[in-house]
Structure formats: structure tokens, C-alpha cells
């Protein structure tokens, strides 16, 4: 029975402990911190170009159609020889062939489009490929849109100094407090816009007749502007 009452008595002492031990941890303060949130821009100039437009072709048959529709097609591609576009930045987002009617209903012919889209890497020739396009038959350029391609240097850079500007905006306050800033406890990404594009929609172009009079198309594209923000804590000391 002695033995019983001196284990429960060394039970009952372990617990104790362990219970003062959990209240003096809990009693002790959160590391001081404090969470900001900062960000970091740059405007760039846009490197590369998409031009979208279609390729149209008209006959009598279905089959007309599509033949006048690939010969401008075929045009197209000659006059962009030595513009230093690859085959696979042309390509086609869609096809379509369809009937033209009367006010009847009347089937009068066919129309066979083809959507086309080119990746210009070398916006300075951006001008002169319109003209080629324009050059072929072409009478509408659909959309051009504009962006950057080396978008993760920008980014690395951004999030690096948006941390920065975070870190000073936080020691401002902590110095101010009568602190000490420490180290950065934790961080988040909130938002990240990155080379988005700016875009130029239905330009409607000169025919061919009037194209070999008029002075070379000329397109200054805007800066287009990259944003990194970010979410930290901080310790203070």
C-alpha cells in the first residue's frame, strides 16, 4: 500500500511540472512582429508582336473558295520572305467555309477565311510586315498585341525588390517603436501581373492600288508595365 501512495505521489509531482511547465510557456509572449505589404514596378518596352488577321477567299463552288483563299494565303507567305519569321510562327487558329446568300436565301457563293496568327520577335519590322501582309490581299488586320518574352528576369527582379521595399517600410516603423528590425519571418506572393499584353484591334488597311503611294506604316508600341507585390512579417527585436 506504501508503494501504491509513493507512485501516485511521484505521478502527481510529474504532472504538476509538466502543467506549470505548459502555463509557462503559454504565459510567455509572441515574438514580436509586424507584417507589411509592398510592391515593385517597372515599364518595358515589348519585344514581340502578334499580328492576327484573316485570309479570305471568295468563288462561285466551294472549292473556288478555298483555292483563292490558299493562293492569297501562299501570297501572303512569299511577300514575308527575309522578314526572318519561321514557318511555326504562322499558324492557323481556325478555318471556316461558308455560303453567301441574297436577301432570298439564295446561294450566291462561297467564302472560305482563314484565320491566321504571326509572332513578330522583332517589332522594329512590324510596319514593313503589315505592308507585305496588306501587299497580298489582306484588308483587315484582326489584332495586334504586344509583350514581353523574357518575363521570369522580370519577375525574379520585381519580387526581389518588392522584399526590399517591404524590409524598409518595416524598419522605419520598427525604429520608430524603439525597435530593432529582425529577421523575416514569413512571405507571400499576392499578386503578380507580368508582361501583359496591350492590344490594337480592327485596323482596317489600305487596298493594294493606293498601298504603293502611301509613305510605310509606322506603330509605336506603348511600354507596357510589370507589378510584383508581396505579403511579409517581420521580427522586431
Do not use: W
Request: charged share 20%.
Amino acid at each position: 500500500m506504501t508503494k501504491i501512495k509513493q507512485m501516485l505521489c511521484a505521478l502527481l509531482t510529474v504532472c504538476l511540472l509538466f502543467i506549470g511547465s505548459t502555463n509557462a510557456m503559454a504565459a510567455q509572449p509572441d515574438t514580436p512582429s509586424i507584417s507589411v505589404s509592398a510592391n515593385a514596378t517597372i515599364e518595358v518596352t515589348p519585344d514581340t508582336a502578334v499580328i492576327s488577321f484573316d485570309v479570305n477567299g471568295k468563288g462561285r463552288t466551294a472549292a473556288e473558295a478555298t483555292s483563292a483563299s490558299a493562293a492569297k494565303m501562299d501570297s501572303v507567305k512569299h511577300n514575308l520572305l527575309g522578314c526572318n519569321i519561321l514557318g511555326n510562327d504562322i499558324t492557323t487558329t481556325s478555318y471556316t467555309l461558308y455560303p453567301d446568300t441574297d436577301i432570298k436565301g439564295k446561294i450566291t457563293g462561297y467564302t472560305a477565311s482563314n484565320s491566321v496568327r504571326i509572332k513578330l520577335k522583332d517589332i522594329g519590322k512590324l510596319g514593313p510586315v503589315i505592308d507585305k501582309i496588306s501587299a497580298a490581299g489582306v484588308d483587315t488586320i484582326n489584332n495586334i498585341s504586344f509583350s514581353v518574352s523574357n518575363r521570369e528576369l522580370y519577375r525574379n527582379k520585381l519580387l526581389a525588390q518588392a522584399v526590399e521595399n517591404a524590409r524598409q517600410q518595416a524598419a522605419v516603423v520598427a525604429n520608430a517603436g524603439g525597435r530593432t528590425l529582425g529577421k523575416l519571418l514569413s512571405a507571400n506572393i499576392s499578386t503578380y501581373s507580368g508582361g501583359m499584353e496591350r492590344s490594337y484591334g480592327n485596323m482596317k488597311l489600305m487596298a493594294a492600288a493606293d498601298r504603293a503611294a502611301a509613305p510605310e506604316t509606322s506603330i509605336a508600341a506603348q511600354k507596357i508595365t510589370i507589378k510584383a507585390s508581396v505579403d511579409t512579417v517581420f521580427a522586431m527585436e
